[in-house]
T-cell receptor
Framework: GQNIDQPTEMTATEGAIVQINCTYQTSGFNGLFWYQQHAGEAPTFLSYNVLDGLEEKGRFSSFLSRSKGYSYLLLKELQMKDSASYLCAVINSNYQLIWGAGTKLIIKP | DVKVTQSSRYLVKRTGEKVFLECVQDMDHENMFWYRQDPGLGLRLIYFSYDVKMKEKGDIPEGYSVSREKKERFSLILESASTNQTSMYLC?????????????FGPGTRLTVL
């Protein structure tokens, strides 16, 4: 089967750094997305990785290791508005998007 | 900017009613998707479409049907709503088939079936 694993919930402090992990087992791989979803709202695109390594975009960075089936999203200088769910999704060999259940990130002052 | 709109943000229906959820995108995307999202389960694909009048079943199509008569519009139909279809329904679109494109989501419809 195909599955994506992420922690259900994480808590971090405003101004700190947090790393959200995602491991996957899929039939083939054509890239990995991270989306952000605030409560009651639609998911919005954060990043896309297809090659190994780190992609940095402002306070957010995303890392991929294809050999390990592993990715993480790194959030720096956390702000209260970063409180949201973070969804990991993998594109398999059929170009289908396989979604993780999401990680709810709680930021405390 | 891509805009995906859904006909209702909140909907309350009774068991056995026929329910229509409408989704419209304005960027000429070929692909459109319907998901439901439940706590702890993530996004589950109900149906998707790569072209007008074309539809394919996703992971959980039972109890649902879809219609795509125009490229910009993708409708989800619950023929006879049941309480276990109470959920958040999200529509998404992406550029074209067989390529890696991000999906753009509508605001969602929170459906309650009583």
């Amino acid at each position: 089967g195909q599955n994506i694993d992420q922690p259900t919930e994480m808590t971090a402090t405003e101004g700190a750094i947090v790393q959200i992990n995602c491991t996957y087992q899929t039939s083939g791989f054509n890239g990995l997305f991270w989306y952000q979803q605030h409560a009651g709202e639609a998911p919005t695109f954060l990043s896309y990785n297809v090659l190994d390594g780190l992609e940095e975009k402002g306070r957010f960075s995303s890392f991929l290791s294809r050999s390990k089936g592993y990715s993480y999203l790194l959030l720096k200088e956390l702000q209260m508005k970063d409180s949201a769910s973070y969804l990991c999704a993998v594109i398999n060999s059929n170009y289908q998007l396989i979604w993780g259940a999401g990680t709810k990130l709680i930021i405390k002052p | 900017d891509v805009k995906v709109t859904q006909s209702s943000r909140y909907l309350v229906k009774r068991t056995g009613e026929k329910v229509f959820l409408e989704c419209v995108q304005d960027m000429d995307h070929e692909n459109m998707f319907w998901y439901r999202q439940d706590p702890g389960l993530g996004l589950r694909l109900i149906y998707f479409s790569y072209d007008v009048k074309m539809k394919e079943k996703g992971d959980i199509p039972e109890g649902y049907s879809v219609s795509r008569e125009k490229k910009e519009r993708f409708s989800l139909i619950l023929e006879s709503a049941s309480t276990n279809q109470t959920s958040m329904y999200l529509c998404a679109s992406s550029l074209s088939r067989g390529e890696v494109n991000e999906q753009f989501f509508g605001p969602g419809t929170r459906l309650t079936v009583l």
